[in-house]
């Protein structure tokens, strides 16, 4: 584990991949409405780019990337983003996630749509959010963190 | 006992290798998905009640938004159970 983490070839391909996959995840999400993806397969897409970021330049590396605390916050925020969209329905008059209740835009279908991709970045939010803390929840203790830095 | 587990693992696969043949081809018209009524309606419909261009998606976050909303609801509520009974505590 420690000689792949000392890799010079791999702690470079991995810093230059994560931005990119990383881009993917939000392209995954975002297309959602208009081809294969959605919310679940873009947040472990993201969540795995963090993941895979931390299992190389350690855990301690990667909790300054995504801290225990932006983990639950943003964990809660996908699911209350998701909620409040179905409820924003029912006071404008809907049912709970009747998109086209929604008076934004004088084309209901075009709400739908838009509403639809809002509710897929809640998903993403939250998926990412929770693969990530199960990472480092269940991942063990890291014993000399400054061993690996020499 | 890994007798046991590989005996399990081998007649658990035969079975699902041997329920798998009677599975309708893939595309195949005649298959009961592709005759039943509401996939003609969600397939002509789909687009103008959604606005969305993705059948899949506007069956996931739309017609089933409940459900969706509820399978969110369950990685979230496993999300927290896993904080709460492993995350490590610095004092």
């Known amino acids: ?150 | 006992m890994k007798t046991l587990a590989l005996f399990v693992v081998v007649i658990t696969g035969a079975m699902l290798i041997y329920a798998g043949q009677d599975l309708p081809a893939f595309g195949d018209i005649n298959s009961p998905s592709y005759q039943a009524p509401m996939t003609q309606y969600f397939i002509e419909n789909s687009r103008t009640e959604s606005g969305v261009t993705n059948i899949v998606t506007a069956l996931l976050a739309s017609y089933r938004g409940y459900d969706t909303l509820g399978e969110t609801a369950v990685i979230f509520t496993a999300g927290m159970a896993v904080i709460l009974l492993l995350r490590r505590r610095e004092r």
Not at chain 1, 5 to 28: C, D, G
Not at chain 1, 102 to 121: M, Q
Not at chain 1, 135 to 150: L, M, N, Q
């Open chain 1, 1 to 150: 584990m420690s000689r792949i983490q000392e890799s010079v070839i791999i702690r470079t391909v991995v810093r230059i991949m994560v931005p990119f996959i990383q881009l993917f995840a939000l392209y995954v999400i975002m297309h959602g409405a208009s081809g294969p993806g959605g919310g679940f397969q873009g947040g472990v897409i993201f969540g795995a780019a963090i993941i895979l970021y931390a299992m190389i330049y350690g855990i301690a590396e990667g909790k300054k990337k995504m801290s225990d605390a932006l983990d639950k916050i943003l964990a809660s925020t996908g699911l209350t983003i998701f909620a409040a969209t179905g409820l924003a329905c029912i006071v404008c008059g809907g049912m709970f996630l009747q998109y086209h209740a929604v008076p934004l835009l004088p084309d209901p279908a075009k709400v739908s749509r838009y509403l639809i991709d809002l509710v897929e970045i809640g998903i993403g939010i939250t998926v990412l959010a929770v693969m990530i803390s199960l990472f480092f929840d269940i991942s063990p203790p890291e014993s000399e963190p400054e061993e690996a830095e020499e």
